[in-house]
Nanobody, 123 residues
Framework: QVQLVESGGGLVQAGGSLRLSCAPS????????MGWFRQAPGKEREFVAA????????HYADSVKGRFTISRDNAKNTVYLQMNSLKPEDTAVYYC????????????????WGQGTQVTVSS
């Protein structure tokens, strides 16, 4: 069983930056592909970014490409989401997720989820 704990959310003005962190428990973090998803009020959960087990392959949603960067440090058992040039439409609860199947943008393929961290971008 993998437990995921997100941190780093908060309130920021448009154009600002935040860095989210996700620290999975367990000794096999390096074998998981990791993803970030978000869910705004009244909307479905949507894919944001994903990174494979080694960090050598990443995927991004078109809406965040060029502004967000996903990375991981397997030695520290942590995955990050650096968010720059934030916009009000980025406001959502951000979730970290883990999968051992294959790198995917589909939430249904992720086995483990964190509780989420709120990101609010004011205009």
């Amino acid at each position: 069983q993998v437990q995921l704990v997100e941190s780093g959310g908060g309130l920021v003005q448009a154009g600002g930056s935040l860095r989210l962190s996700c620290a999975p428990s367990g000794r096999t973090f390096s074998t998981y592909h990791m993803g970030w998803f978000r869910q705004a009020p009244g909307k479905e959960r949507e894919f944001v970014a994903a990174i494979n087990w080694s960090g050598g392959l990443t995927h991004y949603a078109d809406s965040v490409k060029g502004r967000f960067t996903i990375s991981r440090d397997n030695a520290k058992n942590t995955v990050y989401l650096q968010m720059n040039s934030l916009k009000p439409e980025d406001t959502a609860v951000y979730y970290c997720a883990a999968t051992t199947t294959y790198l995917s943008i589909a939430a249904t393929l992720y086995d483990y989820w964190g509780q989420g961290t709120q990101v609010t971008v004011s205009s």
